[in-house]
């Protein structure tokens, strides 16, 4: 398969580590967008928010359960945002579910 964050789950592209467990892997983007940014995937491939069925659903509440603990040990009180794209249209340029999660400075809406 050649998915880029299906490669760094397997350590073939290294990156900045925040989190890992066996269903899920959080790192820092490596052109971040707020001076807090990281990304929270499923180590399985699910192309994207509308390949989410019953059968793999349960790893999308654990990334949100993985998402509050690290806004706490990484101190987001004052808030911050979690972003997901489906689809080309909606600037998803890697085809692998993946949320953003931005903080550490005011965030505008509408996003763009």
């Given amino acids: ?3 880029l964050f ?3 789950v397997a350590g073939e592209i290294p990156s900045k580590k925040v ?3 066996d269903q899920v892997l959080a790192f820092y983007d490596i052109a971040p967008e707020a001076p807090v940014h990281f990304l929270v995937i499923p180590k399985e491939h699910i192309p994207s928010p509308a390949a989410i069925t019953e059968e793999n659903s349960k790893v999308v509440a654990h ?3 993985v998402i509050a603990q690290l806004s706490k040990e990484l101190h987001l009180e004052q ?3 979690v972003v997901t794209n489906c689809g080309q249209d909606a600037g998803q340029s890697v085809g692998h579910l993946h949320f953003h999660v931005l903080a550490g400075r005011s965030l505008a809406w509408p996003p763009g």
């Fill in 1 to 3: 398969m050649d998915c």
């Fill in 6 to 8: 299906c490669k760094i």
């Fill in 19 to 21: 989190y890992e467990d």
């Fill in 63 to 65: 990334i949100f359960a």
């Fill in 79 to 81: 808030g911050y945002r």
